[in-house]
């Protein structure tokens, strides 16, 4: 009778251990988004861009009245530049160069523009703004100086290349000595190397 009881018992005992009750339960944790990888924009870089825009003159006509000619425009260039992170703020400085096309005018007109850059650090995303000055040269050799300022978003596809959007606006109140108020507006997309 003993041994009955025994036997049943130690049956009792391997049917719960072999259905888990005696194992541990296992616990799965839940995934965790990583946190979006952290971008240092220090170092110098250099690159290719693309922009189009309008260019505004305006006229005083024999009556006094004002007219406004403008212009379309397109052209391609390089930049380069240095950008230093301080962990929230980006500053740095740029130069480049653009040969646009205006309207059907197969000349180009030389743009060389120096501008400073203040930006905020999101990231691989860095939006900022631009101050700078900028010298034009038509085709007929006239050259002047103006002002040119903006906003930008530029966009760190790997740690190397950005890519970025960007709209300016150049001013020049005088050109060649002679009193004008010309407005250009300018959408550019960017392609970077960073070294």
Do not use: C
Request: charged content about 20%; proline content about 3%; hydrophobic content about 45%.
């Amino acid at each position: 009778m003993k041994i009955l009881a025994y036997a049943a018992a130690a049956t009792l005992t391997a049917g719960t251990a072999f259905a888990g009750g005696l194992a541990a339960p296992v616990i799965t944790a839940e995934p965790v988004a990583a946190a979006p990888a952290a971008a240092d924009w220090t170092g110098f870089y250099a690159g290719l861009n693309y922009g189009t825009g309008t260019r505004s003159i305006p006229f005083d006509s024999f009556d006094a009245d004002t007219f406004v000619v403008e212009t379309d425009f397109d052209g391609f260039g390089i930049h380069a530049g240095y950008l230093r992170d301080f962990g929230q703020y980006v500053l740095g400085a740029e130069l480049d160069y653009s040969a646009i096309t205006m309207g059907d005018d197969a000349d180009t007109t030389d743009v060389l523009r120096l501008r400073g850059i203040a930006g905020y650090d999101l990231g691989r995303v860095l939006p900022y703004a631009t101050l700078g000055l900028a010298k034009v040269t038509t085709p007929d050799d006239l050259s002047d100086t103006g002002i040119v300022y903006g906003i930008g978003v530029d966009y760190l596809v790997t740690e190397r290349i950005s890519l970025g959007l960007e709209y300016t606006r150049m001013n020049i109140s005088e050109f060649e000595g002679e009193s004008f108020d010309v407005e250009t507006d300018t959408v550019r997309i960017r392609a970077s190397y960073r070294f």
